[in-house]
């Protein structure tokens, strides 16, 4: 038993310290308490498992794979015995390694082709969970990137059931809840599970290995599939060690090179710069692969550059929408501003769609809010489900109810969070307060939950109303608040128990109660024998770890050389004087009467802690009654958490005047008056505008759409956005993908289910990064046309623009081609341009490619406020013509002339971007965009040779003449004369032709 000797200035503060696992002690202690948590148990392991040395895993790891490798079924027997499941636990490890007894290599080859390896890893500190997964038929490995996981582990199930792994690895310092969810799934499946040591899963030994796989490192031709190398074959042997190199490297490659190539490569697979995580995961299931084709291949080619890996694709969960960090980022789902000081390094949200929709009251609606926006729903029902609430929140009549609720969810705490303090010793008095509050504000949910119109039709409202035990709820917050003294904890910082609670504790109570009344007279006894000219006062204190003291200032004289003086019979204890030479400084001495006394001492000291003592045993009688109804309390906490981010959208909806749109099993877009959600937030007047996009309308068999769409007959799979600078073409194609990622922001609108969103809008430059911005586009676009579905949507914003226009079109073209090729797979396109060339017969026909063309609206006023181009008109009489074009004006830039942007999307083709007006809009001066716009048009003209044989004006010949002139009278001057150093200033301004300053 370790009792508390320091109760009185600790209490249940000290306990709580006292149970916090010692990582690095020597030695194991016996506590109090007989009943630990599961959290603390598991503390507890983690401490073993840190005393045991490397070497002795490393053994322990050896024999195991040893024995692994050792056990083979006997070949007289015609089939292969199953071995049962032996599970190895390694010394002082609290992780259980479970392993299938080589039944691998009993199996058939048809067998072992079918085998699955899943790896996967979550981060303890972020919260964070990525993986990787291997499937041996395709000799793909899928990648699952860094994603926030929830405290449920609901995308770890989700990817266990989606995948069927055979084989589950995961980190030695990973969770123990996710270790065990892990473990579950196997013995569930009958798969194998492992826990690999930690260095293994090292980000740095992952990227190497990543980069070393030869579909990355070595560039395939596309007729044979074969890797392209360079005959070594041929030639005279090298006659020296120069030349020996330099043949090894024209036949294996430079690996400077290789490995450049490959980490340029990576980016067309898989968006990995940002997820370390992922990076690790794959360096793990590498080393696994290899290990277990070098036990069973013994080909020379092993390693990792030896594996069958043919390619690396995206693992998107079938129930969740996939959207990478690129198109977060440029869809500014989350926005994380910096400190306004230099000195912190906090930030905070904020202008995103986060921002706007988090309303939220609790901590636990905003992670839930969180984790909705970074993995929407593909679920209609589910989605379907969170409209019905938002709709019923949005009535009339319901406007006091839910502002009732929001007022009675910020009451409510983090409560999951509270019982893991209170079950692992930690938790103050404001975590009690909170478990009283959270009894208190259910109660009132309830009562406000029954005023909803409507409110039994909501699957939220009858889930929470179902959840919540408000019997037992009150009987929780009764007995805390019959128990804990409230102001005396608060006093004295601990946890302390109300009188007439315990008999024992009270009589414990009122003799340490009773310690300043004996302290009193104990001094008033000492000052009676000391004498008068000694010290002016003193006091008599107590100290659980001391006693009785005596306590005396500290005297100037006693600073001297002599020091302090000490009575006779007394003896000098400690003297804070080292620490505080100040007048406060304080003497403490014990008299022979308090060395008699020290049996009273020792009673008091007893006394002190078994009160203390005593008080804890009652708190912890009462943490054992309310953990009997921790699963409901984090149940309901959880539907709470659910119902803050409904009431929040809800809010926002009622802010915004965002409507509910009509989900639909057909791969469309139909927004009717559609806003962007941030845009309008910043502008004081935002122009709404449709859009109208149908799934799987590309060339050959399939251009019709796989569904029948009434309401949609002219709409197609691509639409091409052309207009003006600055028109509002990025904002137009960003105002869809978000509309389809909120589903609300519209008039009204009709959309399908969206599985991916791929973005090339921005360009995140780096440093770090080997790529140029050009590159980073082209990974961007490439990962896009990889990964995307015909439920896909891919948003292209002036893709091509970082290299030669020639070049630039060439690439645009090949892309939508591309797409449109696909048939019936053909993805949701947004695209915006500002190649006009692509427009000819021989590109993008506008005739014959099922491409809808917009354009953004823009009027041209002259300086008396005259309409230059009035309006839109058909590019020709063609009765077939189905998109239109701006007439253009043929003239420069006149003074005065305004461009003014509507903002507005109509039919047809734009064939200018207007730049030069743009230019002097934003302060270039007139003359050179004038001058621009005459050598555009004359370019556009393919009058190249009227721009060379321009003549200069007669002012541009004076001025060159003049110049000529000046040179040759600067030419002719004497600078080596040392008599013409003084009129050196005379000489340059009279050969400049200036006048001399006086």
């Avoid at 389809?740 to 959309?751: E, G, I, N």
């Avoid at 002036?798 to 048939?823: Q, S, W, Y």
């Avoid at 000529?964 to 009278?969: D, R, S």
Wanted: net charge negative; charged share 25%.
């Amino acid at each position: 038993m370790c009792r508390l000797s320091n109760a009185g200035l600790f209490g249940f503060k000290a306990f709580a310290k006292q149970h916090l696992p010692v990582r690095n002690g020597n030695e194991s202690m016996t506590y109090h308490l007989t009943t630990y948590p599961q959290t603390h148990r598991n503390d507890m392991k983690r401490t073993k498992q840190n005393k045991i040395s490397n070497r002795r895993k490393k053994q322990v790891e050896k024999s195991a794979r040893n024995h692994e490798q050792n056990q083979t079924p006997e070949s007289d027997t015609e089939e292969s015995v199953q071995l049962p499941r032996k599970k190895v636990r390694w010394e002082g490890n609290s992780e259980l390694v479970t392993a299938l007894a080589d039944t691998e290599n009993g199996s058939s080859e048809d067998d072992a082709s079918t085998s699955k390896v899943k790896l996967r890893k979550d981060c303890r500190v972020s919260g964070y969970v990525a993986g990787a997964y291997y499937d041996s038929v395709r000799c793909i490995v899928y990648v699952l990137e860094d994603t926030q996981e929830d405290a449920h582990f609901d995308l770890t199930n989700m990817l266990l059931e989606q995948c069927n792994s055979d084989v589950v690895l995961t980190s030695s310092k990973a969770d123990d809840p996710f270790i065990s969810v892990l473990q579950k799934y196997t013995e569930a499946s009958g798969g194998v599970f492992q826990i690999r040591p930690h260095k293994e899963f090292s980000s740095h030994r992952g990227r190497d290995r990543l980069l070393s796989l030869r579909f990355l490192s070595e560039l395939a031709t596309e007729d044979t599939g074969q890797y392209l190398s360079v005959d070594s074959s041929s030639g005279a042997e090298p006659r020296n060690a120069y030349e020996f190199m330099q043949k090894r490297k024209q036949a294996a490659g430079d690996p400077t090179m290789k490995r450049w190539n490959a980490g340029i490569r990576l980016a067309n697979y898989a968006s990995l710069e940002s997820s370390p995580l992922c990076i690790s995961c794959l360096g793990a299931l590498l080393d696994y692969l290899a290990r277990e084709r070098a036990a069973s291949d013994l080909d020379d080619d092993t390693g990792v550059e030896g594996l069958n890996i043919s390619g690396i694709e995206v693992l998107t969960i079938d129930k969740v929408m996939h959207i990478n960090a690129d198109a977060l980022f440029s869809l500014q789902i989350f926005e994380n501003e910096s400190h306004a000081s230099i000195h912190s390094d906090k930030t905070k949200e904020g202008l995103s769609l986060f921002g706007i929709l988090d309303n939220t009251r609790t901590s636990l609606g905003r992670s839930l809010l969180r984790t909705w926006l970074m993995r929407p729903s593909l679920s209609i029902p589910t989605i379907a489900a969170r409209h019905d609430a938002i709709e019923c929140f949005l009535h009339p009549e319901n406007l006091a109810p839910a502002s009732a609720l929001q007022t009675h969810l910020k009451g409510i705490k983090n409560i999951p969070r509270t019982l893991g303090l209170l079950q692992s010793g930690k938790a103050g008095v404001g975590d009690w307060q909170g478990l009283v509050k959270f009894t208190y504000h259910s109660a009132m949910l309830r009562d406000a939950l029954t005023e909803l119109h409507g409110g039994d039709q909501v699957g939220v409202v009858r889930k929470l109303v179902a959840s919540l035990d408000i019997a037992s709820f009150k009987e929780i917050g009764n007995a805390v608040n019959e128990t804990i003294d409230w102001e005396e904890s608060i006093s004295n910082n601990r946890i302390c128990v109300r009188p007439h609670i315990d008999e024992e504790l009270d009589q414990r109570k009122h003799v340490y109660a009773g310690l300043d009344a004996v302290l009193c007279k104990v001094a008033e006894q000492i000052c009676q024998n000391i004498p008068v000219d000694y010290t002016e006062s003193l006091n008599v204190v107590y100290f659980p770890q001391l006693g009785f003291l005596i306590c005396i200032p500290m005297q100037e004289e006693w600073r001297s050389e002599e020091g302090i003086k000490v009575l006779d019979g007394w003896g000098f204890q400690v003297s804070l004087d080292a620490v505080r030479a100040d007048l406060n400084a304080h003497v403490y001495f014990k008299s022979e009467e308090m060395h008699v006394g020290a049996s009273f001492d020792h009673f008091i000291s007893v006394r002190d802690s078994r009160a203390t003592d005593r008080e804890i045993e009652i708190v912890q009688e009462l943490l054992e009654r309310i953990l009997v109804f921790s699963e409901g309390m984090r149940h309901t906490c959880d539907i709470c958490a659910e119902l803050d981010c409904l009431l929040a959208f809800a809010e926002a909806s009622r802010a915004y005047n965002y409507c509910r749109p009509q989900m639909s099993e057909d791969p469309i877009i139909d927004i009717d008056q559609g806003r962007h959600p941030l845009q309008e937030q910043v502008v004081d007047i935002f122009v709404p505008n449709n859009a109208q996009l149908v799934a799987g309308i590309g060339f050959g068999d399939s251009a019709e759409p796989q569904t029948e769409i009434d309401s949609l007959p002219m709409a197609t799979s691509v639409v091409l956005c052309t207009g003006a600078n600055a028109c509002g073409k990025s904002v137009y194609l960003k105002q869809v993908a978000l509309i389809q990622y909120m589903a609300q922001v519209a008039a009204s609108a009709t959309l399908g289910i969206v599985d991916k969103i791929f973005t090339r809008i921005q360009t995140r430059e780096s440093v770090s990064k080997v790529q140029s911005a050009f590159m980073i586009d082209l990974n961007q676009v490439s990962l896009a046309l990889r990964n995307c579905t015909a439920n896909s949507l891919i948003l292209l914003d002036e893709f091509g623009k970082g290299t030669i226009p020639a070049d630039g079109t060439g690439l645009f073209c090949g892309v939508i081609k591309h797409l449109l090729n696909r048939g019936s797979q053909c993805p949701k396109v947004l695209a915006a341009t500002h190649f006009h060339q692509v427009f000819q017969k021989d590109m993008l026909d506008p005739h014959k490619f099922p491409i809808t063309f917009l354009h953004m609206q823009v009027l041209f006023t002259s300086s008396k406020g005259n309409l230059l181009n009035p309006g839109d008109m058909s590019i020709s009489g063609d009765s077939e013509s189905t998109y239109h074009e701006r007439p253009e004006p043929t003239s420069v830039v006149a003074p005065g002339e305004k461009i003014t942007y509507l903002y507005r999307v109509s039919p047809g083709l734009s064939r200018n971007s207007h730049a030069a007006q743009c230019a002097m809009m934003f302060g270039l001066p007139s003359r050179i965009a004038q001058r621009a716009q005459y050598v555009s048009k004359l370019l556009g003209d393919h009058e190249l040779g009227q721009l060379l044989e321009e003549k200069m004006t007669a002012e541009e010949q004076e001025n060159i003449k003049a110049a000529g002139i000046a040179t040759y009278k600067f030419l002719a001057m004497d600078l080596t004369n040392d008599s013409y150093e003084k009129d050196i200033k005379l000489g340059l301004v009279e050969a400049l032709g200036r006048a001399p300053r006086e």
